[in-house]
Protein backbone atom coordinates (compact mmCIF):
# COMPACT_ATOMS: atom_id res chain seq x y z
CA UNK A 1 0.00 0.00 0.00
CA UNK A 2 1.46 3.44 -0.75
CA UNK A 3 1.68 6.10 2.00
CA UNK A 4 -0.16 8.95 1.00
CA UNK A 5 1.66 11.52 3.27
CA UNK A 6 5.22 10.85 1.68
CA UNK A 7 3.89 11.59 -1.88
CA UNK A 8 4.71 14.78 -3.02
CA UNK A 9 1.60 17.25 -4.16
CA UNK A 10 1.77 16.12 -7.97
CA UNK A 11 2.42 12.12 -7.06
CA UNK A 12 -0.55 12.22 -4.74
CA UNK A 13 -2.72 14.06 -7.87
CA UNK A 14 -1.16 11.46 -10.07
CA UNK A 15 -2.57 8.64 -8.06
CA UNK A 16 -5.74 9.69 -7.68
CA UNK A 17 -6.15 10.39 -10.99
CA UNK A 18 -4.96 7.45 -12.21
CA UNK A 19 -7.10 5.04 -9.19
CA UNK A 20 -10.12 6.80 -10.67
CA UNK A 21 -8.97 6.13 -14.12
CA UNK A 22 -9.23 2.77 -13.18
CA UNK A 23 -12.64 2.72 -11.96
CA UNK A 24 -13.63 4.26 -15.20
CA UNK A 25 -13.62 8.06 -13.91
CA UNK A 26 -12.02 10.27 -16.23
CA UNK A 27 -10.02 13.38 -15.06
CA UNK A 28 -8.10 16.13 -15.60
CA UNK A 29 -6.12 18.16 -12.90
CA UNK A 30 -6.75 22.16 -13.09
CA UNK A 31 -6.57 24.80 -11.07
CA UNK A 32 -4.13 25.73 -8.38
CA UNK A 33 -2.30 22.29 -7.38
CA UNK A 34 -1.31 22.53 -11.31
CA UNK A 35 0.73 25.76 -10.57
CA UNK A 36 1.87 24.26 -7.35
CA UNK A 37 3.59 21.53 -9.29
CA UNK A 38 4.86 23.41 -12.08
CA UNK A 39 6.49 25.89 -9.76
CA UNK A 40 8.02 23.47 -7.91
CA UNK A 41 5.81 24.79 -4.48
CA UNK A 42 6.35 28.24 -4.81
CA UNK A 43 2.46 28.59 -4.59
CA UNK A 44 0.77 26.29 -2.54
CA UNK A 45 -2.49 24.81 -2.94
CA UNK A 46 -4.13 22.74 -0.54
CA UNK A 47 -6.73 20.96 -2.76
CA UNK A 48 -6.53 18.99 -6.28
CA UNK A 49 -9.21 20.28 -8.02
CA UNK A 50 -10.29 17.65 -10.66
CA UNK A 51 -12.69 18.11 -13.62
CA UNK A 52 -14.66 14.96 -14.68
CA UNK A 53 -14.04 14.41 -18.11
CA UNK A 54 -16.93 12.14 -18.81
CA UNK A 55 -19.72 11.01 -16.68
CA UNK A 56 -19.88 10.01 -13.50
CA UNK A 57 -21.65 9.61 -10.52
CA UNK A 58 -20.39 11.58 -6.69
CA UNK A 59 -21.52 7.82 -5.27
CA UNK A 60 -19.16 6.36 -7.80
CA UNK A 61 -16.31 9.13 -7.38
CA UNK A 62 -16.83 8.57 -3.44
CA UNK A 63 -16.45 4.79 -3.57
CA UNK A 64 -13.14 5.06 -5.35
CA UNK A 65 -11.74 7.35 -2.79
CA UNK A 66 -12.75 5.71 -0.17
CA UNK A 67 -10.90 2.54 -1.24
CA UNK A 68 -7.75 4.70 -0.99
CA UNK A 69 -8.46 6.47 2.31
CA UNK A 70 -10.51 9.44 1.98
CA UNK A 71 -13.43 9.99 3.40
CA UNK A 72 -16.33 12.59 2.30
CA UNK A 73 -16.70 14.94 4.85
CA UNK A 74 -19.46 17.82 3.65
CA UNK A 75 -17.93 18.33 -0.06
CA UNK A 76 -14.37 17.82 0.35
CA UNK A 77 -12.56 14.37 0.34
CA UNK A 78 -9.97 14.16 3.37
CA UNK A 79 -7.51 12.13 4.98
CA UNK A 80 -6.50 11.52 8.34
CA UNK A 81 -3.31 13.53 7.82
CA UNK A 82 -5.44 15.98 6.26
CA UNK A 83 -3.15 15.94 2.65
CA UNK A 84 -4.42 17.87 -0.04
CA UNK A 85 -7.67 16.86 -1.09
CA UNK A 86 -9.44 15.62 -4.33
CA UNK A 87 -12.46 18.62 -5.10
CA UNK A 88 -14.31 19.04 -7.89
CA UNK A 89 -15.45 22.45 -8.33
CA UNK A 90 -16.95 22.10 -12.16
CA UNK A 91 -20.09 20.96 -9.88
CA UNK A 92 -19.75 23.63 -7.43
CA UNK A 93 -18.19 21.14 -5.33
CA UNK A 94 -20.84 18.66 -6.07
CA UNK A 95 -21.65 15.68 -8.55
CA UNK A 96 -24.86 14.31 -9.32
CA UNK A 97 -26.06 11.81 -7.20
Not at 13 to 31: C, D, F, N, P, Q
Amino acid sequence: MISLPELTIGELAAYIAEHLRSKMIETVLVGGACISIYSFNEYSSFDLDFIITGSSTRQKVRAALTEINFTEENRYFITPQRLPFPDFPCYGGYLPR
